[in-house]
């Protein structure tokens, strides 16, 4: 029997329904709205990654630009690009935008080696041709002075090494030393002026960064931070990572307990303290210093930009089980000037490549290559020009994906090293 | 007596109540065929990444070929062409249709030539 009170009952019921019906459509409508919200951002991720693919393609002809361009030139797929050096590598940020809404993303790239870098020793030549000794092995191509390699003995060492002394070609070196790209070098050149103050984005305009921040990053999106090291808000910093330039018109010796990455340090000198461990590049006039048991990890740099002829010592030294991946390299603006020396100790070890436009004393380990003009072997005894001791550089122990800079010859195709 | 009017009153109730129900459940039903029919939600959902996946299978490939493939009930048309842009650099331009031609999703991206 229906109840008296049925079309209350159905009121009710017609009333949780509609609600229900009104729900669904309000959840279609939002489902729609947040679909064309994704095809947006799914076409400005396409944007961005055509916007790195062009950054990519374009011939270099300047090292900072900033570009704004039409991808399918129909006026609805625009990105732009901010292009400049990060040290000796180049670092571009590309934001695309559209419908209110705007992504960016910030890469750093770099440049393979060509084949005129891409070997395991590069001499110049002269009259001495290599000499090896000890438990030496070589392998890869060998750019040497008389095109000849031959095992000796040195303060007692006899060549023990694998009896093909070395495993690769073996061409005769060209008179001249290795060519450095003029436009990074004057990069470099500008960053050791020490002119940081005069810029608009120096630290100490940014009074709102609060010292009791324990680390500071900033993006690559954004304007460099330029800080210098004797900045009190740096005392407790305890990491710095990103768009940010550490300068320091005194020797430095960097505390272990700052942990960096990506940054660049200027300085005269900078001693990297035992176990200290970090990502950046490194510039300075006078030395540096790498401690036993100090890792810097791909991509690291450490420049000695030699510029005054007063400096008869300039000098890289990477101590016993230090390790660094990336670029060292001891320049100097001298012409013929002998006095530039890396030093690489036993069980110290370099992935990439070594490059100095005076002498290298390797004792140590090179996953790379290593280019200069001599290599000087400093024994209790004597000092010998072109020769090589307890040394192990192996080209083919490098990374297939290892990605340098156009510091060094490099091939013109650019590479992207890591997304910032 | 009372019970007799109570019977009355639940008929003209149930058919009142009937009107009431039917026109809800039409209208709502109306509303949604109609939001999904515009929307073709699952479909053009489905479609975009089908080509998503077709990107990444044609840059991991390096299948710089313009084709049509055939793909569930759906056709993706994939044209390779040169970009204005640079000589390195191809335009790879997606589109998806369902059997009646209907073109569900685009997709297009610029990339390097020999990457």
Same mark, same amino acid.
């Given at each position: ?10 009121? %009710? ?8 019906? &009104? ?31 062009? /950054? ?58 060509? @084949? ?9 030549? $002269? ?9 030496? /092995? ?67 305009? &940014? ?11 900033? $993006? ?66 006078? $030395? ?18 030699? @510029? ?37 100790? @036993?069980?110290?070890?370099? @992935? ?6 005076? $002498? ?61 | 007596? %009372?019970?007799?009017? #109570? ?57 710089? #070929? ?50």
């Amino acid at each position: 029997m229906i109840r008296a009170s049925a079309l209350f009952i159905v009121i %009710v019921i017609s009333f949780l329904l509609a609600s229900i019906t &009104s729900g669904i459509v309000y959840y279609t409508f939002y489902y729609k709205v947040q679909l064309a919200n994704h095809a947006v951002y799914h076409r400005l991720v396409h944007n961005l990654n055509s916007g790195i693919a062009y /950054t990519l393609s374009l011939a270099e002809t300047s090292s900072a630009y900033q570009k704004q361009i039409d991808l399918y030139n129909e006026g609805s797929d625009s990105v732009k690009i901010d292009a400049k050096l990060w040290g000796i590598f180049n670092i571009a940020s590309v934001e695309a935008y559209g419908k209110g809404i705007a992504l960016k993303k910030a890469f750093m790239y770099g440049y393979a080696p060509s @084949k005129e870098s891409n070997v395991a020793i590069y001499l110049k030549n $002269s009259d001495k041709g290599l000499r090896i000794s000890g438990n030496t /092995t070589i392998v890869g191509t060998c750019y040497l002075p008389q095109g000849t390699v031959k095992a000796a003995n040195v303060d007692g060492f006899t060549y023990q090494g694998p009896s093909k002394l070395i495993n690769g070609e073996i061409r005769q070196s060209p008179d001249s030393n290795i060519r450095l790209n003029s436009s990074v070098l004057s990069h470099i050149e500008e960053l050791l002026k020490y002119d940081f103050l005069n810029f608009p984005d120096h630290f100490s305009s &940014s009074p709102n960064e609060s010292s009791e921040k324990d680390s500071l990053i900033r $993006s690559f999106t954004d304007s460099t931070w330029y800080i210098s090291y004797a900045d009190a808000r740096l005392t407790d910093c305890m990491y710095l990572q990103g768009n940010i330039v550490l300068y320091s018109d005194q020797p430095i010796r960097l505390r272990n307990t700052l942990s960096v990455k990506d940054i660049i340090i200027v300085a005269p000198s900078i001693i990297f303290s035992g176990k200290y461990q970090g990502t950046l590049q490194a510039f300075c006039t006078d $030395s540096i210093v790498v401690d036993s048991d100090v890792t810097l990890d791909y991509p690291s740099t450490l420049v000695l930009f030699k @510029k005054n002829v007063v400096n008869a010592s300039a000098k890289i030294h990477l101590k016993e089980r230090s390790a660094v991946s990336g670029i060292v390299c001891a320049y100097s603006t001298l012409t013929n000037d002998d006095h530039i020396h890396v030093q690489v100790n @036993k069980g110290a070890l370099v @992935k990439g490549q070594l490059y100095s436009s005076g $002498s290298i004393d390797c004792q140590g380990t090179i996953y790379g290559g290593m280019i200069c003009k001599t290599t000087l072997l400093k024994t209790n005894t004597s000092i010998n020009e072109n020769y090589l001791l307890n040394t192990t550089i192996d080209l083919t122990k490098r990374s297939t994906y290892f990605v340098g800079s156009n510091l060094l010859p490099a091939n013109s195709k650019k590479k992207v090293i890591k997304y910032l | 007596m %009372v019970n007799k009017k #109570i019977k009355a009153s639940s008929l003209l109730e149930t058919i009142v109540a009937m009107v009431i129900l039917l026109t809800v459940f039409s209208i709502s039903i109306l509303a949604i065929q109609n939001v999904l029919r515009s929307v073709q939600i699952g479909n053009k959902t489905y479609g975009y990444f089908l080509l998503q996946e077709e990107l990444a299978k044609t840059l991991k490939n390096k299948q710089y #070929i313009s084709e049509e493939i055939q793909k569930d009930n759906f056709i993706i048309t994939k044209d390779i062409s040169d970009s204005p842009l640079s000589e390195g650099l191809l335009i790879i331009d997606l589109k998806i249709a369902c059997d009646s031609g209907t073109v569900l999703s685009t997709l297009r991206e610029t990339v390097m030539k020999d990457d």
